[in-house]
């Protein structure tokens, strides 16, 4: 009977290992993120090859769900799961059941059906990937929930700066623009910040959050402020996030004039990053735009590699456990 027992064990089916999610940068350690760079820093070397994909993640299904308008994170995302060989869906909000009322929760419950290892969300409400990650088995990435985190965007980010820059360590990083709705500033303030960076936050005093300076970050309100900086990076208005009737600025004209970036505000050998879709004309001058210090396009190019080290990484290694909190109920 004994030996009997032994076999049974020996034959019982592996325990899954736990769901890992990549919801925020604060769920990140400095180990994680330097495995994760390190991981997309190798798939860009296979990807100089003439046969581009892999066989990683054979046999594996990756969902993209979003419910906001995006280019490059979602193409991204895709594109990172196919030269993995994972089977892929997308979903987009339009002409799904969320026009007939689905709630997420129902949207999770059925994606969940289909056994997705990868659910990757974006969302306009803060905790809708905490929300899915409670109905699904999957592990869940976080594409951006409204301006709470945008976490691969931070990653693609540091990779592109320690690419192209030098050691985050002591790098000082200057982000101008609408902070006080921008999930991108939030998580690269983290990011950046983990890694040793300094960060300064420029741009007018009603869109930059009170308090934010707990985050590790300085503030200034004086465009002058970005000449200390080794890399400006540039965030957008995000009008489609700011509050109907509120007046952040006077106008787009005012604030171009004041806060703007322009050639004459940057000093020679400055990198200049912007997570797009850029305002030509208002944030950013398209002279420093097209510029050979640039690294608008550079940002993108790394955010394939990223997002395939982020899904190996899930499927294999993980960053560690999310720590969650209760999620919102979110229609």
Same mark, same amino acid.
């Given at each position: 009977?004994?030996?009997?027992?032994?076999?049974?064990?020996?034959?019982?089916?592996?325990?899954?290992?736990?769901?890992?999610?990549?919801?925020?940068?604060?769920?990140?350690?400095?180990?994680?993120? !330097?495995?994760?760079?390190?991981?997309?820093?190798?798939?860009?070397?296979?990807?100089?090859?003439?046969?581009?994909?892999?066989?990683?993640?054979?046999?594996?299904?990756?969902?993209?769900?979003?419910?906001?308008?995006?280019?490059?994170?979602?193409?991204?995302? !895709?594109?990172? $799961?196919?030269?993995?060989?994972?089977?892929?869906?997308?979903?987009?909000?339009?002409?799904?059941?969320?026009?007939?009322?689905?709630?997420?929760?129902?949207?999770?419950?059925?994606?969940?059906?289909?056994?997705?290892?990868?659910?990757?969300?974006?969302?306009?409400?803060?905790?809708?990937?905490?929300?899915?990650?409670?109905?699904?088995? $999957?592990?869940?990435?976080?594409?951006?929930?409204?301006?709470?985190?945008?976490?691969?965007?931070?990653?693609?980010?540091?990779?592109?700066?320690?690419?192209?820059?030098?050691?985050?360590?002591?790098?000082?990083?200057?982000?101008?623009?609408?902070?006080?709705?921008?999930?991108?500033?939030?998580?690269?303030?983290?990011?950046?910040?983990?890694?040793?960076?300094?960060?300064?936050?420029?741009?007018?005093?009603?869109?930059?959050?009170?308090?934010?300076?707990?985050?590790?970050?300085?503030?200034?309100?004086?465009?002058?402020?970005?000449?200390?900086?080794?890399?400006?990076?540039?965030?957008?208005?995000?009008?489609?996030?700011?509050?109907?009737?509120?007046?952040?600025?006077?106008?787009?004209?005012?604030?171009?004039?004041?806060?703007? &970036?322009?050639?004459?505000?940057?000093?020679?050998?400055?990198?200049?990053?912007?997570?797009?879709?850029?305002?030509?004309?208002?944030?950013?001058?398209?002279?420093?735009?097209?510029?050979?210090?640039?690294?608008?396009?550079?940002? &993108?190019?790394?955010?394939?590699?990223?997002?395939?080290?982020?899904?190996?990484?899930?499927?294999?290694?993980?960053? &560690?456990?999310?720590?969650?909190?209760?999620?919102?109920?979110?229609?």
């Amino acid at each position: 009977m004994g030996d009997i027992h032994v076999m049974r064990e020996e034959f019982l089916p592996p325990k899954p290992p736990p769901r890992r999610h990549l919801i925020s940068v604060g769920d990140l350690t400095r180990d994680d993120v !330097e495995r994760l760079l390190a991981t997309a820093r190798s798939f860009s070397r296979s990807l100089e090859r003439e046969v581009k994909k892999l066989p990683t993640l054979r046999g594996y299904t990756v969902v993209n769900v979003f419910y906001e308008s995006s280019t490059r994170t979602s193409s991204s995302f !895709e594109l990172a $799961a196919k030269r993995l060989s994972a089977d892929t869906m997308s979903i987009k909000a339009a002409g799904s059941s969320v026009d007939k009322g689905e709630s997420l929760k129902d949207t999770a419950l059925t994606l969940g059906a289909y056994d997705p290892d990868v659910i990757v969300i974006r969302h306009p409400q803060i905790g809708a990937p905490q929300l899915v990650a409670r109905y699904t088995a $999957a592990h869940i990435v976080n594409a951006g929930d409204g301006k709470h985190q945008h976490p691969t965007q931070a990653l693609l980010d540091l990779y592109t700066i320690r690419e192209h820059v030098g050691p985050l360590d002591g790098l000082h990083v200057a982000i101008v623009g609408d902070v006080l709705h921008s999930r991108v500033a939030r998580s690269n303030i983290q990011a950046l910040t983990l890694m040793g960076a300094t960060v300064t936050l420029v741009g007018p005093p009603p869109l930059i959050p009170r308090g934010i300076e707990a985050m590790g970050c300085e503030v200034s309100h004086e465009i002058g402020a970005i000449a200390a900086a080794d890399v400006v990076y540039v965030l957008r208005m995000q009008r489609e996030r700011m509050q109907e009737g509120a007046n952040y600025v006077p106008s787009l004209r005012e604030y171009t004039a004041r806060w703007g &970036v322009t050639p004459e505000r940057l000093r020679p050998g400055q990198k200049v990053m912007h997570p797009g879709p850029m305002n030509r004309g208002v944030e950013i001058d398209p002279v420093v735009a097209d510029a050979a210090d640039a690294l608008i396009e550079t940002q &993108v190019r790394a955010g394939l590699v990223v997002r395939m080290a982020v899904l190996y990484d899930l499927l294999t290694t993980g960053p &560690v456990p999310v720590k969650t909190p209760e999620p919102l109920e979110v229609a």
